[in-house]
Every structure is written in structure tokens, then in C-alpha cells.
């Protein structure tokens, strides 16, 4: 059975930093391309990063030079670093595995609030 556990969201004031990460089971992580996405209210869900098995990264222009996303495939764990964090990042943040376009699978999501 495959799970991606999502951790590290919560309530940050604006300029604040958080890391999620997301611990994935049940899949060869090391080939899957890993990413996070996000869905705020009344919006649709939308790429924040991505990592491919290789370790090359793609991020958002939104997000470019404050989030980071990085893999361990010791621990079966994707991150994201998110610095200086704004309000419109405010968001359900979920994780996503993905080999070939043919096995693709979601995290349950993690809230992540950012309101001073």
C-alpha cells in the first residue's frame, strides 16, 4: 500500500520559515519524481515544486529564491524549505509521487497558514 505522509505545516507570521516534508512508503522511491503542490480556498491546485529522480529541481516563479525542495532517498523523504513566507502561500500543501505518468499518487495534505 502506498502513503505519503505530509509534516511540518501550521501557522507561521509573514518573513516566517517552515519545512514540510513527506515520508513516502510502499513505492521505489528513488525512481519516482517527487513534488509539492498547493490549493488555497477557491482556488485550483497548483505546482509549487518539483524533483526528479535525478535530483533536478523545477520550482514555481511564485515561490522561486524563498522555497527549496530537496530529496533523501535513504529516508524516503522529500522536503520543501519554505523562507519568507507571505500570506498568499497560505495554502493546503500536498505531496506528490509519480514514475512515467503511470503511477501517480497523493499525500493527504498539510495545512499552512501564514497570518500575523
Known amino acids: 500500500q502506498v502513503q505519503l505522509v505530509e509534516s511540518g505545516g501550521g501557522l507561521v507570521q509573514p518573513g516566517g520559515s517552515l519545512r514540510l516534508s513527506c515520508a513516502a512508503s510502499?513505492?521505489?522511491?528513488?525512481?519516482?519524481?517527487m513534488g509539492w503542490y498547493r490549493q488555497a480556498p477557491g482556488k485550483q491546485r497548483e505546482l509549487v515544486a518539483t524533483i526528479t529522480s535525478g535530483g533536478s529541481t523545477n520550482v514555481a516563479d511564485s515561490v522561486k529564491g524563498r522555497f527549496t525542495i530537496s530529496r533523501d532517498n535513504a529516508k524516503n523523504t522529500v522536503y520543501l524549505q519554505m523562507n519568507r513566507l507571505k500570506p498568499e502561500d497560505t495554502a493546503v500543501y500536498y505531496c506528490?509521487?509519480?514514475?512515467?505518468?503511470?503511477?501517480?499518487?497523493w499525500g493527504q495534505g498539510t495545512q499552512v497558514t501564514v497570518s500575523s
Open positions: 510502499g513505492i521505489a522511491f528513488s525512481i519516482y519524481s
Open positions: 506528490n509521487a509519480n514514475y512515467r505518468t503511470m503511477y501517480n499518487y
